[in-house]
T-cell receptor, first 112, second 110 residues
Framework: NAGVTQTPKFQVLKTGQSMTLQCAQD?????MSWYRQDPGMGLRLIHY???????DQGEVPNGYNVSRSTTEDFPLRLLSAAPSQTSVYFC???????????FGPGTRLTVT | EDQVTQSPEALRLQEGESSSLNCSYT??????LFWYRQDPGKGPEFLFT???AGEEKEKERLKATLTKKESFLHITAPKPEDSATYLC???????????FGQGTRLTINP
């Protein structure tokens, strides 16, 4: 099992550009989530999904879109990048509640 | 408001010097508490799940305990390779979401 994979590992964007961060898991997990991690702020939930076709907002959803068309994939879209979105992004998955969550290696995004 | 608070923010120990990290929470109807380890530049790695007060879990030099209001991660005779940030989190809102503490950055000096 590859577990949770994320691409790219690093990305630099200019303000106003759009991009998609990819996330995939091969563990057949129902739940998938996106977090951002900033110094002093900890891990904050952006969006999450409890199954294919079902998504909901987390703590900091503005500026981000998600969709879940398959169990395996959960891409995160930045519609118009802003410097405030400079962060490290982690995707995670878990079997369901109340089971533990597994994280991907992260994407470090810089918006200039 | 559902909240998780970890203390201290940072802890520096000498190799072999035992200590404890704290995770206090205010959630209604606890449905588990999770501990993670995060190394620089990597994603968090799962360590333990605790479900009920009084429960304990151990792994090598780490032992996690749970009460009704807080959890402790005890580290016994730590080694430099135990240096990392330790995170705790709890499920909220029907366990659909997880809320994280800000972490404790642990440094073990040889």
């Amino acid at each position: 099992n590859a577990g949770v994979t994320q691409t790219p590992k690093f990305q630099v964007l200019k303000t106003g550009q759009s991009m998609t961060l990819q996330c995939a898991q091969d563990m057949n997990h129902e739940y998938m989530s996106w977090y951002r991690q900033d110094p002093g702020m900890g891990l904050r939930l952006i969006h999450y999904s409890v199954g294919a076709g079902i998504t909901d907002q987390g703590e900091v959803p503005n500026g981000y879109n998600v969709s879940r068309s398959t169990t395996e994939d959960f891409p995160l879209r930045l519609l118009s990048a802003a410097p405030s979105q400079t962060s490290v992004y982690f995707c995670a998955s878990r079997r369901g509640q109340p089971y533990e969550q597994y994280f991907g290696p992260g994407t470090r995004l810089t918006v200039t | 408001e559902d909240q998780v608070t970890q203390s201290p923010e940072a802890l520096r120990l000498q190799e072999g010097e035992s200590s404890s990290l704290n995770c206090s929470y205010t959630v209604s109807g606890l449905r588990g508490l999770f501990w993670y380890r995060q190394d620089p530049g990597k994603g968090p790695e799962f360590l333990f799940t605790l479900y009920s007060a009084g429960e304990e879990k151990e792994k090598e030099r780490l032992k996690a305990t749970l009460t009704k209001k807080e959890s402790f991660l005890h580290i016994t005779a730590p080694k430099p390779e135990d240096s990392a940030t330790y995170l705790c989190c709890v499920p909220i809102q029907g366990a659909q979401k997880l809320v994280f503490g800000q972490g404790t950055r642990l440094t073990i000096n040889p």
